[in-house]
């Protein structure tokens, strides 16, 4: 079992900045990737980020591509999204995601419990 939970959702500005932190635990050893996904009221679950744990390779939507960065931490098995520039169609429940395979479209096998992040203009 992996254990993920994320803090660092709030409500800020439009055009401002956030930064999201995720914590696992548990058996991470099979789990080659970390990432993040967002759901928006009335809208499915899309991919926002993701970030190879071995290479630090990183990986990105296009409509979050050049505004969000995503960044991990091996030693306190951390990953973090920092979301700059940001618009109200941010506005979305943000989970945090571990799965064995690296690939925007590789489905993850952990999610967190999410983080609310709200853009207001």
């Known amino acids: 079992q992996v254990q993920l939970v994320e803090s660092g959702g709030g409500l800020v500005q439009a055009g401002g900045s956030l930064r999201l932190s995720c914590a696992a635990s548990g058996r991470l050893m099979n789990m080659n990737a970390m990432g993040w996904f967002r759901q928006a009221p009335g809208k499915e679950r899309e991919f926002v980020a993701g970030i190879s744990r071995f290479g630090g390779i990183s990986y990105y939507a296009e409509s979050v591509q050049g505004r969000f960065t995503i960044s991990g931490d091996d030693a306190k098995n951390t990953v973090y999204l920092k979301m700059d520039s940001l618009k109200r169609e941010d506005t979305a429940v943000y989970y945090c995601?571990?799965?064995?395979?690296?690939?925007?479209?590789?489905?993850?096998?952990?999610w967190g419990q999410g983080t609310q992040v709200t853009v207001s203009s």
């Open positions: 995601t571990a799965a064995r395979w690296a690939g925007r479209n590789s489905a993850p096998d952990y």
